[in-house]
């Protein structure tokens, strides 16, 4: 067997092996930063929805409550809208998680809606 008959040269191979495995590697890193991205808009989503759920709380402190929980988990160009009625507080927060290469999928949104505290009389 001659050597053209073996296929590629051995640094011909780690040429293409190499580029591939850091692709990998960095992709994997780059979902699982984006998956947390996720995670953190929606816990702010949450603690956003609670707090403007109790009775005689200010949207103004659920909407601050919610910044503080997705700058506290590193996501940037913050949006908080709430929308409060009677029976129910939604809170939808967007917003742009840090990556290595930004494709147009660091954005992250989340919702969570909860029902509002009422008064009952026995």
Do not use: C, K
Not at 21 to 41: E, H, K, P, S
Not at 79 to 94: C, F, G, K, W
């Amino acid at each position: 067997m001659t050597r053209s008959d073996r296929g590629l040269s051995g640094s011909a191979q780690w040429a293409v092996i190499v580029p591939v495995l850091l692709f990998t590697v960095l992709g994997a890193i780059q979902a699982g930063l984006w998956m947390y991205g996720r995670t953190v808009a929606s816990h702010a989503a949450i603690v956003a929805a609670e707090e403007a759920a109790l009775l005689g709380a200010s949207e103004a402190d659920a909407r601050q409550l919610g910044v503080e929980v997705a700058t506290g988990g590193g996501l940037t160009d913050l949006r908080v809208h709430l929308v409060v009625d009677a029976n129910n507080a939604r809170a939808t927060v967007q917003g742009r998680m840090p990556t290595f290469v930004d494709l147009g999928q660091t954005r992250v949104s989340a919702q969570a809606t909860r029902p509002r505290e009422q008064v009952t009389r026995p």
